[in-house]
């Protein structure tokens, strides 16, 4: 989600839904490394039954680093992707199921926020290298030194995108990876592998989100099924709760927001490449300018426990003396809904709601005074109240104003206080807030600010500087509101449903004002229906500047760069960027124009008889696969069907697959003879479409009551493992009869241990007590 500061604020504000994992080494002997023994119990004191990728997130980090020298070439990417995903096994070892999502093509609504990232990161890496031009001539002009710059291709991370070969390959790559993992790795042998590669329409975490509410759905889901969900985005704790699964978990890396970076012109920690002197010259004849001055280490890695927010929340929505039935799920719904008012990917955040000022702590406010008028919820099933959520909008609208001064006075505040040379005990009050400001701050001029909201005028001056009409322009604000208004029934409706439509997408760079939301009631009804996405190509088109033009067919790209082109206006060389309050230029709004879907296709049409048959092929949409192990109970059924004639659109027997239903359609080829020596012959990959995939128990309470203020104290350390009190287990009757259903028939399958508790009787049914 597009709240950089939303993970800080959640963990400062909610503590203990954070812990360290528990990472066990592989040993060294005589110069080799044993890999550790997944199939034995999680160190982490839980079992977890499901793990899903959201790869983009490992993808990025393991091609272009920003704390280790990267890789040399696509192998050692590959390689590194191989050895984060390996990690995460290890820490998180799934007993069911492991689903691998990438990326694919986006709904348009995602696309004007990857156009505005590919556009930014092309100018800055053209930025970046004349000013590292520059000030190595100035270094050198003043007898500094620094070693010779060595050619090399810059790596574009633009490639990481549907369609691009680098894909196609990384596809591929991974297909390899999983069969060797199924034939060598003891851990995978039962689990159920499924990789959803860029060639499947949807984003990776909403692909997973899909197959979650897939086996939801099915009458053989069993509601105990723990699930853990890797990625680094905010928006993966809204899914997960949406879900409203309760054993849900996600595993990203420790956020270390003053972790230092080397400078991009020397290499050397300490300093910025604004501020670089140079190298010592007895370093003359290195070639790795990050050999010795950038120490690499293991990035750690942290649980984020949704089951323990849950908790939080419990206690933070409940109310009483309500009008009508109070049911929490329908309360978590409404929170997650109001979170996306301070931000997401899709539309832009209110002005008057900023996250480091407290933004959802006041909407929750609101939300709790006004919920006796509502009469109701502002949510059901991914479905939008508007009547109710404009009793919302109109109370923020009330203390817009205020909350304007507010934050200018804060600004004045802070800055006074760092300018001060001497900072007395009553300035420590505030050292949290003030530590983060400082890092931020240097001698830089502070931008102009034209609109001034804390003056009055700010409602005119804005729309005048952002929009270009007049406030007076009702009919202008009314689209603005109607489209705002569109954006959030189509953002709920993605997270609680899946995409309602392909094309829609908030057609202005700026949002509204709370107070503007008046009358909203009736201006929206439903979406087109029938809409598909883009084709991958289409997509590139449509996100990728010029400069990156390298990964589309030669006549495409000649759209991008030729003087008579008819949508040469689609790829501006510069563009503005407009702080819009921020200081950095990052933080601010790209304002490059929207690309007109009807004009990108008739310009298409004359190129596409261009395309060679492996660019068709990448152009095209495919499907999730399963793989399959040989000790896998389904292996057997699918190894029969390849012996029937007629075998498309058979169902997944649930009793031979953790319960997941679906339709299996069999690939023609599913083993490769030209790779016999990479591609085990012992297990399947299947195409599967449309998949949908006890005694349910209440996970217990972890919260005790002075867990409820932890979140005002400093300083705070997330604890190691899910169990506070870790010692070194004991199994012995008690603590057998305490295990999880699944840690037992983990048990009974292993010799050792049962002889170890002298337990023999058979495993109890899931459905017994």
Same mark, same amino acid.
């Given at each position: 989600m597009g709240v950089p500061a939303f993970f800080r604020w959640l963990s400062r504000k909610y503590p203990s839904i954070i812990v360290h994992s528990v990472e066990e080494k592989g +040993?060294?002997?005589?110069?080799?490394? &044993? /890999?550790?023994? %997944? =199939? +034995?119990p999680n160190p982490n004191e839980v079992e977890f039954d499901n793990l899903y990728l959201d790869m983009n997130g490992i993808i990025h980090p393991c091609t272009h680093p920003e704390d280790k020298p990267a890789p040399k070439n696509e192998d050692e990417m590959m390689v590194a992707i191989?050895?984060?995903?390996?990690?995460?096994?290890?820490?998180?070892?799934?007993? #069911?199921?492991?689903?691998?999502?990438i990326d694919g093509v986006a709904p348009r609504a995602k696309m004007?926020?990857?156009?505005?990232?590919?556009?930014?990161?092309? +100018?800055?890496?053209?930025?970046?290298?004349?000013?590292?031009?520059?000030?190595?001539?100035?270094? &050198?002009?003043?007898?500094?030194?620094?070693?010779?710059?060595?050619? @090399?291709?810059?790596?574009?991370?633009n490639c990481i995108t549907p369609g691009t070969e680098f894909m196609d390959n990384l596809a591929q790559c991974l297909r390899y990876y999983v069969a060797d993992r199924l034939s060598n790795d003891p851990g995978w042998k039962s689990v159920t592998v499924f990789l959803s590669d860029a060639s499947v329409p949807g984003e990776g975490e909403h692909k997973i989100m899909d197959f979650i #509410?897939?086996?939801?759905?099915?009458?053989?889901?069993? !509601?105990? =099924?723990?699930?853990c969900l890797c990625g680094a985005d905010a928006d993966l704790i809204m899914l997960g709760l949406?879900?409203?699964?309760?054993?849900? %978990?996600?595993?990203?890396?420790?956020? +270390? !927001?003053? @972790? /230092?970076r080397p400078c991009a012109l020397c290499g050397q920690l300490g300093h910025e490449i604004k501020?670089?002197?140079? =190298?010592?010259?007895?370093?003359?004849?290195?070639?790795?300018?990050?050999?010795? %001055?950038?120490?690499?280490?293991e990035q750690e890695f942290i649980f984020i426990r949704l089951s323990v927010l849950r908790e939080y929340l419990a206690r933070e929505l409940t109310m009483a003396s309500l009008p009508f039935p109070f049911d929490f799920e329908r309360s978590i719904d409404d929170w997650v809904f109001m979170c996306f008012f301070v931000g997401n990917d899709f539309l832009p955040h209110l002005p008057s709601l900023e996250i480091r000022e407290g933004a959802i702590d006041r909407l929750v406010n609101i939300y709790k005074d006004v919920v006796h008028k509502t009469g109701g919820y502002l949510t059901q099933n991914g479905y939008v109240n508007l009547e109710r959520v404009e009793m919302i909008m109109q109370a923020v609208g009330v203390a817009e104003d205020n909350i304007f001064k507010k934050r200018k006075e804060d600004d004045v505040r802070f800055l006074s206080r760092a300018n001060s040379s001497s900072a007395g005990p009553s300035d420590r009050t505030d050292s949290r807030g003030m530590k983060r400001k400082a890092d931020d701050s240097d001698s830089e001029p502070e !931008?102009?600010?034209n609109v001034r909201l804390w003056e009055e005028g700010w409602k005119q001056r804005y729309y005048k500087t952002k929009f270009d009409v007049d406030v007076t322009d009702e009919d202008f604000r009314q689209r603005v509101v109607k489209s705002y208004v569109e954006g959030l029934c189509w953002v709920l409706r993605y997270y609680y449903q899946g995409c309602a439509s392909w094309k829609w997408y908030f057609p202005f760079h700026y949002a509204p004002f709370a107070s503007d939301f008046k009358d909203i009631k009736g201006m929206f009804t439903d979406f087109e229906k029938g809409t598909k996405p883009f084709k991958p190509l289409e997509q590139l088109m449509s996100v990728f500047p010029a400069a990156s033009g390298n990964f589309l067919p030669q006549t495409w790209r000649n759209l991008m760069t030729g003087p008579d082109s008819s949508i040469i206006d689609f790829y501006p060389d510069d563009f503005a960027i407009d702080l819009n309050g921020k200081k950095y230029a990052w933080q601010g709004v790209a304002l490059l124009p929207f690309v007109d879907e009807r004009r990108l296709r008739a310009a298409l049409a004359d190129v596409y008889p261009d395309l060679t048959p492996e660019e068709v092929k990448r152009n095209s949409l495919g499907s999730d696969v399963l793989f399959l192990g040989k000790s896998h109970p389904l292996f057997d059924f699918i190894q029969e069907l390849y012996r029937t004639e007629s075998h498309e659109g058979t169902e997944i027997p649930p009793e031979l697959c953790h319960g997941i239903q679906g339709t299996l359609n069999l690939d023609d080829d599913p083993i490769l003879p030209d790779k016999e020596s990479v591609w085990p012959d012992n297990h399947f990959h299947v195409i599967i479409k449309c998949l949908f995939l006890f005694i349910f128990r209440i996970p217990s309470k972890v919260l005790k009551p002075g867990d409820w203020e932890k979140g005002n104290r400093e300083p705070w350390r997330p604890q190691l493992g899910f169990n506070p009190n870790r010692q070194q287990a004991h199994l012995d009757q008690s603590s057998f009869r305490a295990l999880s259903y699944q840690h037992i028939c983990y048990i009974l399958h292993n010799q050792a241990l049962i002889d170890l508790v002298g337990h023999s009787s058979p495993v109890p049914h899931a459905n017994s007590s």
């Open positions: +040993k060294e002997c005589n110069g080799v490394r &044993i /890999p550790v023994d %997944t =199939t +034995k191989f050895e984060y995903i390996d990690r995460l096994f290890n820490i998180v070892r799934p007993r #069911r199921v492991l689903y691998m999502a004007n926020q990857q156009r505005s990232r590919r556009f930014r990161a092309s +100018k800055e890496g053209v930025e970046l290298a004349e000013e590292k031009h520059r000030i190595r001539e100035e270094i &050198i002009q003043r007898g500094g030194y620094l070693p010779p710059d060595e050619i @090399k291709e810059r790596f574009d991370s #509410r897939r086996q939801r759905a099915q009458p053989n889901h069993d !509601p105990n =099924t723990h699930h949406a879900t409203h699964e309760p054993n849900f %978990t996600i595993i990203r890396e420790e956020f +270390k !927001p003053n @972790k /230092p501020d670089c002197q140079g =190298t010592a010259r007895e370093k003359q004849g290195q070639h790795d300018e990050f050999a010795d %001055t950038m120490p690499v280490s !931008p102009e600010d």
